[in-house]
């Protein structure tokens, strides 16, 4: 199996805080490949989800979120 590149990582100052917040900012390529895992395993997994899930689920319907 091939190996990911290394990530670059930047700190955003949050708002109304003196804090940062980290962000991981993977390379392009890295990214292609990832959402084409996504990809797979959700064409994988999906049937196995009930109804009720829909937090994370690509094809929810705003039908569900709403219940109208």
Same mark, same amino acid.
């Given at each position: 199996?091939? &190996? @990911?590149?290394?990530?670059? #990582? /930047?700190?955003? %100052? &949050?708002?109304?805080? &003196? $804090? &940062?917040?980290?962000?991981?900012?993977?390379?392009?390529? $890295? #990214?292609?490949?990832?959402?084409?895992?996504?990809?797979?395993? +959700? +064409?994988?997994? $999906? %049937?196995? @989800?009930? %109804?009720?899930?829909?937090?994370?689920?690509? #094809?929810?319907?705003? /039908?569900?979120?709403?219940?109208?």
């Amino acid at each position: 199996m091939g &190996k @990911f590149s290394r990530m670059r #990582r /930047i700190f955003v %100052p &949050k708002p109304r805080s &003196k $804090d &940062k917040r980290p962000f991981t900012i993977p390379s392009p390529i $890295d #990214r292609i490949v990832h959402r084409s895992i996504a990809t797979v395993l +959700d +064409d994988i997994f $999906d %049937p196995v @989800f009930l %109804p009720v899930y829909h937090g994370f689920v690509l #094809r929810a319907e705003l /039908i569900l979120y709403f219940g109208t």
